[in-house]
């Protein structure tokens, strides 16, 4: 006879009502289950926040434009954030409902029990904030697992999709089984929350629906049910820099879409301060030093000059076409396909390209942030294509000790998907054929194919003669601008980044953002995230 697991009774009895939510109240009132969903500083701090938003509530005049927003997060940190912002807006006298699904981690399975002891848990922490913010757990509270329902087809097919990169963004590769236990997760969890989110939003029809990320996880399912529904969504996220915020209105913030940025700015000429602030950062990046608010370096090594590196690659005199790699499966890759299948459908296929032009030298640099992922290397990719590479082609593993704008410097030709040194290869003077859907295509100096057959001649014209091909001044001068425009206007001032949340607070407390002197540093920015149009 089959023994039943601890599992299994537990499963068995996170179906039953009630019975989750009684031994929590039983065993363990007001304790989190694991380490990694406690909310305990969260706990400590939602009475200060309520009593500063209450106070300035108090204190505002009472007409106003108030909104009836939604705002949803999962994920213990996202939690916090969001509910953070939620109280934030609610002091600024909107109608806020937050709304949460209590999940440790999106990418392990967990039993309907230990599910349903979460959500108590954190419905009874943020209750400390009703009845300034309202508080809606997409789980229902006490409640047996709601019967599956049928999602309309567009909506069923955009949830279906967004499993499929989640699985993507998880494993860090692009082909991946739709009967893996992974994906059935995905698409298991997604599925219920977009039944709960369609359920509420299309009954009481919030005046905007306010998501981190909005293209993965739960977050996405929840911007394709507002979409569905025609509810005003923003979604936002956090890039390297300090107090700043990426906002996008009706679509994805991590598409980068910089359109109305461009077509409102690119004819205004840079200022000596803001040429001075682009070229210090240009700098930086090629030193491998910090600079200002930015908290990230993008080389590990300095640069060492053009010379250098010719020499540590033997690299002779032939022209040299550089491909910078993204990560596979990072979420800037994903459904980023132009003409190709994917990014490395396209590696594939260029590999092969030049396997057989040994007029030319071909030059893979491995994006450095693969030594801080799991999945698969882009050098297992040429491998299958090239099992022994031949003199020509040049592989720069992630960890060389390389600085990528040394390769730049001598660079005849640039080849990206989305990574950002297509945009710095412009800057200079290097000719940039970009295959992916990034932010700077089209934008008037890379060259952006549009088809395969497209491509590949475009890639012939220039090798034909690349001095000829390299970018004229005024293109060279056009990145520059755009540099400065995608770096230092696209991000919005934002107190409060989501790696350094309990930091900021200390400079930016509920009461002080609240004040004149908040507002007049962000109030432009809270007005955009509750929908008010971008004046850029």
Same mark, same amino acid.
């Given at each position: ?18 019975? @989750? ?35 300035? *509530? ?29 109280? #934030? ?21 967990? +039993? ?25 757990? *997409? ?9 599956? @329902? ?36 995905? *698409? ?40 569905? *529904? ?36 690119? +004819? ?76 490395? +459908? ?53 960890? #060389? ?9 001598? @660079? ?61 001044? @005024?293109?060279?001068?056009? #990145? ?51 929908? #008010?149009?971008?004046?850029?």
């Amino acid at each position: 006879m089959k023994l039943i697991s601890k599992s299994d009774i537990k499963n068995i009895l996170g179906k039953i009502p009630l019975t @989750a939510e009684a031994y929590w109240y039983i065993r363990t009132p007001g304790k989190p289950l694991t380490t990694e969903f406690s909310l305990r500083r969260l706990e400590k701090l939602l009475p200060t926040w309520r009593q500063q938003a209450e106070a300035a *509530l108090a204190a505002r005049p009472k007409a106003g434009s108030q909104k009836r927003i939604f705002i949803f997060g999962t994920l213990r940190y996202w939690i916090e954030h969001a509910a953070l912002l939620s109280t #934030a807006l609610a002091g600024q006298g909107h109608n806020i409902t937050f709304s949460y699904l209590p999940y440790a981690r999106w990418q392990r399975p967990m +039993d309907r029990f230990n599910l349903r002891r979460h959500n108590l848990y954190a419905y009874k922490l943020l209750q400390q904030l009703e009845p300034l913010v309202h508080i809606h757990p *997409l789980l229902a509270i006490g409640t047996a697992p709601a019967q599956a @329902a049928t999602l309309p087809p567009a909506l069923d097919e955009a949830v279906r999709l967004v499993a499929l990169r989640d699985t993507q963004y998880t494993l860090q590769v692009e082909e991946v089984s739709q009967d893996s236990d992974l994906y059935r997760l995905r *698409l298991e969890r997604n599925l219920e929350a977009a039944q709960a989110a369609l359920a509420w939003l299309q009954k009481q029809r919030p005046d905007v629906v306010i998501l981190p990320n909005g293209t993965i996880l739960e977050f996405g399912v929840l911007y394709q049910v507002a979409r569905y *529904l025609d509810i005003p969504v923003v979604t936002y996220e956090f890039g390297e820099q300090h107090s700043r915020i990426w906002i996008a209105q009706n679509a994805e913030v991590m598409r980068q879409e910089t359109n109305d940025l461009w077509q409102a700015r690119q +004819d205004q000429t840079l200022n000596d301060e803001q040429m001075a602030q682009v070229r210090k950062l240009f700098a930086s990046r090629q030193r491998a030093s910090l600079w200002e608010n930015f908290a990230r370096r993008w080389q590990g090594v300095p640069s060492a000059g053009g010379d250098k590196v010719r020499q540590a690659l033997g690299l002779d005199e032939r022209p040299v076409v550089l491909l910078a790699t993204n990560v596979i499966g990072d979420s800037l890759t994903l459904g980023r396909q132009v003409f190709s299948d994917s990014m490395t +459908d396209w590696l594939k296929r260029t590999v092969k390209f030049f396997a057989s032009r040994p007029d030319v030298q071909f030059v893979i640099r491995i994006h450095p942030g693969e030594l801080i992922t799991k999945g698969p290397s882009v050098a297992g990719v040429v491998s299958q294509v090239l099992p022994e590479l031949p003199e020509h082609i040049h592989l720069v593993a992630a960890d #060389a000790q390389v600085n990528t704008y040394d390769i730049v410097e001598i @660079a005849d030709l640039g080849l990206v998907y989305t990574t950002t040194v297509g945009l710095e290869m412009a800057m200079s003077g290097v000719p940039v054929i970009v295959v992916g859907n990034t932010h700077y295509r089209e934008k008037g100096f890379t060259l952006d194919p549009a088809s395969w057959e497209d491509y590949f001649k475009t890639l012939e014209q220039v090798l034909a003669d690349p001095v000829r091909c390299r970018l004229a001044e @005024a293109q060279v001068g056009r #990145a520059w601008h755009y540099a400065y425009r995608f770096f230092f206007d696209y991000p919005h001032p934002f107190p409060w980044h989501l790696l350094h949340i309990w930091k900021d607070l200390e400079e930016w407390p509920i009461q002080r953002l609240l004040s004149a002197e908040g507002q007049q540093a962000f109030g432009q920015t809270f007005d955009y995230l509750v929908g #008010a149009p971008v004046r850029w």
